[in-house]
């Protein structure tokens, strides 16, 4: 079993930089207009010779208010009926995608986010999961890891009923914080009972995963008063938690405009939060797993790290990395092989493409030797927390020393400073440098000195 992470204020202090989150290498920050859907069909013809596994990824962008935090792509509407013109576009996608795959190909993984995906009603969602089943080959056995974003605000007992008939399995919560003076900073008012009763129906309905999210560093929090949250959370005995850092960033997310920067905790109260959020979790045994978070270790993530087969892709941490990642609807993100690609961010162009019969890809990237040599460093320190030079130098035909010699004074100053244990053969990071691991990957990373920091959030 990993060792407890270890609280260090002072490593804190001097390594809390602002730094991608590292769900892809290279990351978006990098995709151009030069990929095309070319590229697209040309990935999808060499996933169907190799006969990859597939995991699908479906964003579903409309939300019925406005969380003031929210920084993913959403359409904010109390008109239920614009999601039927989204459908109608999504579904020619589906279909022109579909063709190019083998029938054979396993839906693995499957994930509907958003937005709120339980905007839709439930016709619209049978009318949904029908034609994803049609052409895609999507598992019956409830073997596959089926998952869904759930807000509590938008789902009931008959929803959940839904989603499990459905062939979800797994759900994700959206809880932010219980705090009702937070809730209004943030105009997201959601009661512990609402959050309670679909934790009820999921486990009543024998979906196999809860996770919940909360955020800290939000308006009004407090570190006590998040500490009751947290301490509620934990009775509600999820599987997963996922802890994020509030990035306020009014400048490119305009919703967090209407947050009064002068509500938001200071960093020695955030950290305080982080801490006794750690400690409270730990206490209540879960393990970190990076990056915002935490599992029961009976959980399959936890198992997979102790096996050392856990992965990150876009979805995040993983067991199924090793399928090629198939983004649906706007803003969509795909990975399949050596290419990633995005749909356009912007609905309108995305369904005026789909309604010529188009694919609405509209950037990515096709990754090279160093790219790929480098995602393999990063996958592992971020999910392992340990890099065997062996492997890399098997894998790659490369001396690793010889290859990477120009950041050595960086890993061993981190080693000097208890971040790392740097060995002839390997890099483990240590306890004290685990809520560290992305300022411990941005050394490999070859793109972070051209970009502009500003766009990332920081490391705690």
Not at 169 to 177: A, C, K, P, T
Not at 279 to 299: K, N, S
Not at 309 to 319: A, C, D, H, S, V
Request: with cysteine.
């Amino acid at each position: 079993m990993l060792d407890a992470i270890r609280w260090d204020s002072d490593l804190i202090r001097r390594y809390d930089l602002a730094g991608p989150r590292y769900t892809s290498y290279p990351t978006a920050v990098q995709f151009h207009g030069q990929v095309g859907t070319f590229d697209l069909f040309h990935a999808l013809r060499d996933s169907r010779k190799a006969q990859r596994p597939l995991s699908l990824y479906v964003h579903v962008p409309f939300c019925a208010n406005i969380c003031y935090y929210c920084a993913c792509n959403k359409v904010i509407t109390k008109d239920r009926g614009r999601a039927q013109p989204y459908l109608q576009r999504l579904e020619q996608e589906i279909q022109l995608i579909a063709c190019h795959l083998d029938p054979a190909q396993t839906v693995e993984q499957l994930h509907f986010g958003g937005g709120t995906p339980t905007f839709l009603s439930h016709d619209e969602l049978r009318q949904l999961m029908a034609h994803l089943r049609k052409h895609f080959n999507l598992l019956n056995d409830d073997s596959g890891d089926y998952g869904i974003e759930i807000d509590p605000r938008e789902a009931d007992w008959s929803t959940m009923g839904l989603l499990r008939e459905l062939g979800f399995n797994r759900v994700s919560i959206g809880l932010q914080d219980l705090d009702p003076a937070v809730q209004r900073a943030v105009n997201r008012l959601q009661s512990l009972e609402e959050t309670r009763a679909v934790i009820d129906a999921a486990r009543t309905l024998q979906f196999r995963s809860i996770n919940i999210d909360l955020i800290y560093g939000l308006p009004k929090q407090t570190p006590d008063n998040f500490a009751r949250t947290v301490e509620e959370v934990i009775s509600l005995q999820p599987d997963r938690l996922s802890v994020f850092n509030y990035a306020h960033l009014p400048e490119r997310f305009m919703p967090q405009r209407r947050i009064n920067s002068g509500d938001l905790p200071s960093p020695a109260h955030k950290l305080e939060m982080l801490q006794r959020t750690i400690e409270q979790l730990t206490a209540a045994g879960y393990r970190y797993i990076g990056m915002d978070h935490f599992a029961l270790p009976d959980d399959e993530l936890a198992i997979a790290q102790e096996e050392h087969t856990l992965q990150r892709n876009f979805q995040g941490y993983t067991t199924h990395g090793h399928c090629d990642l198939i983004g649906l609807g706007v803003s969509a993100i795909s990975q399949i092989g050596d290419l990633y690609c995005q749909n356009s961010s912007d609905l309108t162009a995305y369904q005026n493409s789909l309604a010529s019969a188009q694919l609405a890809t509209s950037r990515g990237l096709v990754c090279n030797a160093d790219d790929r040599l480098r995602r393999a460093v990063i996958q592992q320190l971020i999910c392992n927390f340990k890099l065997e030079f062996a492997e890399i130098e098997q894998q790659f035909n490369i001396d690793f020393q010889g290859y990477f010699g120009a950041l050595w004074p960086q890993l061993q100053g981190m080693a000097e400073d208890g971040l790392i244990r740097l060995e002839r053969e390997r890099i483990e990071v240590l306890p004290a440098g685990r809520l560290l691991v992305r300022s411990v990957c941005m050394v490999f990373d070859a793109y972070l000195e051209q970009q502009n920091r500003q766009r990332f959030s920081r490391v705690i």
